[in-house]
């Protein structure tokens, strides 16, 4: 539990990673603008991928989120 903006490092590092692993997606494209859907659907596609392989200090040594 966290008081009115105090910040939780470990929060903040997941939604760092998420901008940064999308930026290298989107770098990847040949659009110099993206529609909105697009930057939906890379986000989508990346937390897809990331919740697909379990997490080394994870519940669960095999079963993914």
């Known amino acids: 539990m ?16 998420i901008k940064v692993r999308v930026q290298a997606i989107a770098n990847q494209l040949p659009f110099r603008t993206y529609p909105h859907r697009l930057i939906v659907e890379m986000v989508y596609n990346f937390m897809l991928w990331i919740n697909c392989f379990p997490h080394k200090d994870g519940i669960h040594d095999i079963m993914s989120p």
Request: proline share 6%; no cysteine.
């Open 2 to 17: 966290t008081n009115r903006n105090e910040h939780v490092p470990a929060i903040e590092r997941f939604i760092w990673t």
